[in-house]
């Protein structure tokens, strides 16, 4: 009996894994291939420009640019300045910093800004991204809402390219692409990591199953937004899952770009990752009674919710197959393939520093470290001990 339970484990488990890293990604690369190939064919029979025009000058809306911060001091004066270089009418867009009780010089820094169209909000107290994004959606005046990060640096037309969507009615959230940049050890764990997910939300995107966006870059019409809660911890989902709920389409520009800058080490990003879990699954409840139809259901149940089961998944599939030992040669296998996996992991944070250079060298103690924090953020949440406070990467 307790043979068959194991075996009954190991091959969910098994399941579960192979399909959410491999298969998944396979079927959606046919599916998009589908897709693409069918709109060229649609294209030669009718040929026009498929691509979103861009707004005339004296047709673009005005623009609440929302920025919220919370001890940034490092990354601050560069953000001004690139928030200063944007390509759009200066008269048409509103800048708000909001600093979400900051201990450190960030609020120096912003009380120094005299610009027109650049305004401030000093929140007494570190209350959270939700409030302080509620607190600058209150003090915004544009129809058009962009959300972005004080570590991000927009492209010059990102504004241009972002707010030429919403001349279709139906859109009500436009996502940004995000490029990584970092030091060596990000580029060889999360910036790798990043370019998969980016490919998968890029044929996502084409097939019309956008599902969250990126909380550096994001911009979407005022009726679109609900005040979030303090247990709104990812705002990058809740925000287009509430969008949705109200019957607008949510949709992603390739080409509206920003650069984000990774965690410093995979240890600082364990903090973020485990916040980004316990937000996760409080949105679970954003869900319930949502239309996602068609491939959005696919999308959400392969990319999402697997994922975010992924570590349960994981510890099944080792603990069952110790049990299950070396009975057959298959088991052997799998089994030297989990022992090699995690012993990469190790490898790589006993001897992170001299591995740097060393290609894909980090990417497994990566791997591990993510699941962790998911498993962690699971643990938390289901023990209430949530964060609605801030939780910087270093």
């Known amino acids: 009996m307790a043979y068959t339970v194991a075996q009954v484990v190991f091959w969910f488990c098994l399941a579960v894994v192979v399909y959410t890293y491999f298969l998944y990604p396979v079927f ?24 979103a025009r861009d707004t005339s000058e004296t047709g673009l809306p005005p623009v609440s640019l929302i920025i919220a911060a919370y001890n940034e001091e490092r990354h601050l004066p560069d953000r001004i300045r690139n928030v200063r270089e944007l390509d759009y009418p200066a008269e048409k867009l509103e800048v708000i910093f909001v600093s979400d009780g900051s201990t450190d010089r960030t609020n120096e820094i912003l009380r120094a800004i005299h610009d027109f169209n650049i305004q401030t909000l000093f929140l007494p107290s570190n209350g959270g991204k939700a409030n302080a994004l509620n ?7 544009s129809e058009i809402l962009v959300f972005s990060d004080a570590s991000t640096l927009f492209a010059p037309d990102v504004l241009r390219r972002l707010v030429r969507h919403f ?92 650069t984000e800058f990774s965690a410093e080490s995979v240890k600082g990003e364990f903090a973020r990752r485990v916040r980004l879990a316990i937000g996760s699954f409080g949105a679970l409840r954003q869900v319930r009674g949502l239309p996602l139809l ?62 740097q250079g060393v290609r894909f060298a980090l990417f497994g103690y990566f791997l591990v470290t993510i699941h962790l924090a998911f498993l962690v953020g699971l643990w938390r949440y289901l023990s209430g001990r949530t964060m609605s406070v801030w939780s910087k990467a270093s």
């Open 28 to 51: 959606l690369f046919l599916a998009y291939s589908v897709v693409q190939v069918r709109r060229d064919l649609h294209y030669l029979a009718r040929p026009r420009n498929r691509r």
């Open 135 to 141: 607190q600058g959606v209150a003090k915004s005046h």
């Open 167 to 258: 001349a279709k009615p139906e859109i009500g959230v436009v996502c940004g692409s995000v490029r990584l940049v970092g030091n060596e050890e990000s580029k060889q764990t999360e910036g790798f990591y990043w370019r998969f997910e980016s490919v998968l939300r890029l044929m996502e995107a084409r097939l019309g199953a956008t599902l969250n966006a990126s909380g550096c870059i994001y911009a979407l019409r005022r009726t679109c937004y609900q005040p979030l809660g303090a247990a709104d911890l990812i705002d990058d989902f809740t925000v287009p899952m509430n969008a949705r709920k109200l019957g607008y389409r949510v949709i992603e520009d390739p080409e509206a770009v920003a």
């Open 294 to 355: 068609s491939f959005t259901t696919v999308a959400f149940f392969s990319h999402k919710l697997l994922r975010w089961v992924l570590p349960l998944m994981l510890i099944g599939l080792l603990a069952s197959n110790f049990f299950l030992g070396t009975r057959t040669a298959f088991y052997r296998i799998v089994l030297a393939a989990q022992i090699l996996f995690y012993l990469w992991a190790v490898l790589g944070f006993l001897f992170r520093r001299q591995m």
